[in-house]
């Protein structure tokens, strides 16, 4: 459908049907005035309150429970309330309309931001100071010129390729790793069967892979040891695209020599997990980059626009392939 043809169908505030809400992580007020803004007199309904199940035509869910989808006869669209839509795939009860993700560029700047904090970290000799420190001991350690630290991000979708320019901006040397061929400026991308290649020199490798079955556990003991020894790690995607036994390993022997991590096998990280003990692991509880509902509201409004006049949403994502 051309913008114009779409624009001439755009339907009436009242003829979207109505819009369901599911997250126990954001909040449903602060999407529901946000969506009202764009689109006034939605029909917006929170979870559990969902009246009707068949006025449901727009579901926005953030890790709903298994089942959930079973009861709406008439969704046209399903909206996952943030970037990772591991948790829309292999499901049995999704039904077969277009699904997508949310994509702002505060969410983005966010995630480029923990990269680039986690990265300069490592490449200023932060944690070599914070120890220092606790010991109240002047420890100098000349700093090294950041076009000789090669840092590499492993999946260049949207979030990681924008990490990866980031990364090139500031002046590092800075090489990618997907398994569809990519071209960014200032970085160099490897391909599929190039892997050993692109972590045979990094000094700092950053997890930017999609959570979907091909990927899970896919950073494990092979890949840590093609690594070169002390290389540092960050985790800012998914935690069970990591084997974390085989991580605790690499940090214990020193193959990793630190880990930055906001992602987990189980979140909350258990209190009694090794992480936590661990003098060369700083944890985050996954927040590297979180949805501003001000800001992805517009877009959301937007696919509820389009798929309302029979069009397709922004962020579209495919659930079997994962991404
Ligand atoms: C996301 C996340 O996928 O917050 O958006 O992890």
Redesign the pocket.
């Given at each position: 459908m051309t913008q114009q043809s779409l624009a001439q169908s755009m339907p009436e505030a009242g003829d979207y049907g109505a819009v369901l809400f599911y997250s126990e992580f954001d909040d449903p007020k602060a999407w529901g005035d946000a969506l009202k803004s764009n689109l006034p007199g939605l029909d917006f309904r929170v979870y559990p309150d969902v009246g009707n199940p068949d006025d449901i035509r727009h579901v926005l869910a953030w890790k709903a429970f298994p089942g959930f989808f079973e009861p709406f006869r008439n969704i046209a669209q399903v909206v996952n309330l943030?970037?990772?839509i591991d948790a829309l795939v292999g499901r049995t009860d999704l039904p077969d309309v277009p699904i997508s993700r949310?994509s702002d560029p505060g969410?983005i700047a966010l995630m480029r931001s923990y990269v680039l904090f986690s990265v300069i970290r490592y490449a200023r000799d932060i944690p070599a100071f914070e120890q220092a420190q606790r010991r109240h001991e002047w420890h100098y350690i000349h700093p090294r010129p950041l076009d000789t630290i090669k840092v590499g991000i492993l999946g260049l979708g949207h979030l990681g390729s924008a990490v990866a320019s980031g990364l090139a901006d500031v002046g590092f040397d800075v090489s990618g790793w997907d398994v569809a061929p990519k071209s960014i400026t200032g970085v160099r991308c490897f391909g599929l069967d190039q892997k050993q290649d692109f972590l045979g020199e990094l000094e700092i490798l950053v997890n930017m892979m999609p959570l979907t079955p091909a990927t899970a556990g896919m950073i494990n003991a092979d890949l840590f040891s093609a690594l070169p020894q002390g290389a540092k790690f960050v985790n800012a995607s998914r935690g069970h695209v990591v084997d974390e036994p085989a991580l605790i390993e690499a940090l214990r022997s020193g193959q990793i020599g630190g880990a930055t991590l906001d992602v987990f096998h189980v979140e909350p990280l258990p209190e009694d997990h090794p992480f936590w003990s661990m003098e060369n692991v700083l944890i985050t509880p996954?927040l590297a980059?979180?949805?501003v509902p001000e800001a992805a509201a517009r877009d959301v409004a937007e696919s509820i626009r389009r798929v309302s006049a029979g069009g397709e949403p922004l962020h579209r994502v495919d659930p079997r392939r994962g991404y």
């Open positions: 943030g970037a990772g949310l969410m996954h980059s979180i949805t």
